[in-house]
């Protein structure tokens, strides 16, 4: 796969010109980009359909979790608006994971895929919500779960990615958030890794956020994520 397309860039902002300066920046050289539900909220799914009509793909990070048939109605609503990938929240459980992997049927280009642990949180995290053993546990227990209720792929920390490959096998879709250059700051990230790291793993795509978009230089800063990469 080109190292391009395995990059997806996060717009983590608050404001439509904040985004689309990074996406006008970045210009060819970025073909995917991670919609959460920030952006979403403040600029609504308008921003989605330019994104889709400028020939990107859109990560479409939801997060779902819900009754199944709203979580359903949400899903058909990302294909709707032609996104690539849309997150559901494994620990809904299958109910909801099925009612989304369905509901996406429709839409052949749309791939579900199943939130794990979010990459802030330790097993010390865990424990405060009930939840024995390690991250990593409990990341390949809701793996297991996603690829039983016919999930695409699922979301987790560059630390499981080895591991979830072996779960998953070779098709699916593992992306992995929180990567970082050697050497810089993780932010929120407990459990974070270089996207060689991830890829050379098994990752099929990593995520970056502000390390681009907060940049003095977004292009450049992409470039040497690319490049990182590349040298897997």
């Known amino acids: 796969m080109d190292p391009s397309r395995r990059i997806i860039v996060a717009l983590d902002c608050d404001n439509r010109p904040a985004a689309q300066a990074v996406v006008e920046q970045l210009g060819d050289e970025c073909r995917f980009y991670k919609v959460g539900l920030e952006l979403l909220t403040a600029v609504g799914p308008q921003f989605v359909e330019y994104l889709v009509g400028r020939g990107n793909e859109v990560f479409l990070d939801l997060k779902l979790f819900e009754i199944p048939n709203s979580v359903a109605g949400a899903v058909r609503a990302a294909g709707a608006l032609g996104v690539s990938m849309v997150t559901v929240h494994s620990?809904?459980?299958?109910?909801?994971?099925?009612?989304?992997?369905?509901?996406?049927?429709?839409?052949?280009?749309?791939?579900?895929?199943?939130?794990?642990?979010?990459?802030?949180?330790?097993?010390?995290?865990?424990?405060?919500?009930?939840?024995?053993?390690?991250t990593e546990s409990q990341v390949l227990r809701l793996a297991g779960l996603a690829k039983r209720a016919g999930c695409h792929g699922v979301t987790a920390s560059p630390h499981e990615v080895a591991s979830l490959r072996e779960v998953l096998g070779g098709d699916a879709l593992i992306v992995a958030p929180g990567v970082v250059l050697p050497g810089a700051s993780v932010n929120e990230h407990a459990r974070p890794g270089t996207p060689y790291a991830a890829v050379a793993d098994g990752a099929s795509h990593v995520v970056v956020g502000r390390a681009v978009t907060r940049a003095p230089d977004a292009l450049t800063a992409f470039r040497r994520f690319r490049a990182n990469l590349s040298a897997s």
């Open 91 to 134: 620990m809904g459980g299958t109910g909801i994971l099925t009612a989304a992997v369905e509901a996406a049927r429709d839409y052949s280009d749309l791939r579900v895929l199943a939130l794990t642990v979010v990459t802030s949180m330790t097993d010390a995290d865990l424990v405060d919500i009930g939840v024995a053993g390690s």
